[in-house]
């Protein structure tokens, strides 16, 4: 699977949008393949840290936007309408062919999305965690989130994005994902 630790930090805000910029770092690797095992094998990280990423967000860091800044429920609401249409292009296309033309295009428009997404995050809602949360909160958070990311689904799952479907359809998908990520890799 895809490494989710970006570097040792104990603030969550540092942490995810460590872990955006290496999103987008990883859309650049798979847009840039030379051939189609590598972008294969780049695509299949890529969407293994997307899923894991957006599940914690919605497990840990949004309830506590919803509680704990202005605004919360709108600016979550937001973040999770982005969230579900980011997974239903993620499966299309993970059921396309990867050295297609088509791909790349849809991918491109994919990427797009998804930076906007994470913009909208660390402006609308991160910036106002850290202006509402201590120091002490930040680090609770974090290895809130490093444990989500550990039992999370590697795969999307439109539909699942609020934290009670994530607690109660997560590990099941989580265990189900896994597992066909080992076959998978198995199998290539």
Known sequence: MAQTFVQSTDDVVAFLTDQHNLIKDMFDDVLHASEPKAREKAFTDLRQLLAVHETAEEMVVHPRARREVDAGDEIVDARLEEEHAAKAMLCKLEDMDIA?????????????????????????????????????????????????????????????????????????????????????????
């Open 100 to 188: 297609s033309e088509e791909f790349l295009t849809e991918l491109t428009k994919f990427r797009d999305a998804v930076l906007e997404h994470a913009e909208h995050e660390e402006s609308e809602e991160f910036v106002k965690l850290e202006r509402e949360l201590d120091a002490d909160e930040l680090k609770s958070l974090a290895a809130a989130v490093r444990a989500a990311e550990a039992i999370a689904p590697t795969r999307p799952h439109p539909g699942v994005e609020s934290a009670k479907m994530n607690f109660a359809v997560g590990p099941f998908a989580s265990m189900l994902d896994r597992a066909r990520d080992i076959i998978g890799a198995a199998l290539r």
